[in-house]
């Protein structure tokens, strides 16, 4: 049984930073992929980020790079998102997922395992 458990998020002002944890069990992220998706209200679940089962590879949505990083620590078989210079437009609950698979996706319909999500906020 696969289970995905976010935590980090939050209020923040606009400028200001976040970073999200999500903490796997049943499933070591040194063999499959991870990504990190959001959804705002009266929106769909959009991409956010997406890295390779080893980490060597990511991909990010135009909307964060640059002010977004992807990180693991395996020893913790957690995934990191280190969120800065935080807008408005970043609010809404944030999902990480993973797949079965070695190779990134920035499909949402390719993960088999979701967090609950946790919800950020940035306004001043």
């Known amino acids: 049984q696969v289970q995905l458990v976010e935590s980090g998020g939050g209020l923040v002002q606009p400028g200001g930073s976040l970073r999200l944890s999500c903490t796997a069990s049943?499933?070591?992220?040194?063999?499959?992929?991870m990504g990190w998706f959001r959804q705002a209200p009266g929106k769909e679940r959009e991409f956010v980020v997406t890295?390779?089962?080893?980490?060597?590879?990511?991909y990010y949505a135009d909307s964060v790079k640059g002010r977004f990083t992807i990180s693991r620590d395996t020893a913790k078989n957690t995934v990191y998102l280190q969120m800065n210079s935080l807008k408005p437009d970043d609010t809404a609950v944030y999902y990480c997922a993973t797949r079965s698979s070695p190779f990134g996706s920035r499909r949402r319909d390719e993960y088999d395992y979701w967090g609950q999500g946790t919800q950020v906020t940035v306004s001043s």
């Open positions: 049943g499933r070591t992220f040194t063999f499959f992929a």
């Open positions: 890295s390779s089962a080893d980490g060597g590879i990511t």
